[in-house]
């Protein structure tokens, strides 16, 4: 541990954060994008697999309303 004294340690720290705040609030940068999941609607529509896919869910569906029609 340091010798310093607690005071002190505080005091420093206390104005290295406040160092810190007036980088972020000063900064202009662009805030980070957000993610959307609507960017990966129809991102597979084309891919074989998800056209299996769809096509089994498509089977299951139907499948199910003849049962339920039954």
């Given at each position: 541990?340091?010798?310093?004294?607690l005071?002190?340690?505080?005091q420093?720290?206390?104005?290295?954060?406040?160092?810190?705040?007036?980088?972020?609030?000063?900064?202009?940068?662009?805030?980070?994008?957000?993610?959307?999941?609507?960017?990966?609607?129809?991102?597979?529509?084309?891919?074989?697999?998800?056209?299996?896919?769809?096509?089994a869910?498509?089977?299951?569906?139907?499948?199910?309303?003849?049962?339920?029609?039954?």
């Amino acid at each position: 541990m340091s010798d310093t004294p607690l005071e002190q340690r505080i005091q420093t720290l206390e104005q290295q954060m406040q160092s810190v705040l007036m980088r972020i609030q000063s900064s202009s940068a662009p805030s980070p994008p957000t993610r959307d999941w609507r960017k990966s609607l129809g991102m597979f529509d084309d891919h074989p697999v998800m056209q299996q896919i769809d096509k089994a869910g498509q089977l299951v569906r139907q499948q199910d309303r003849e049962q339920g029609a039954a």
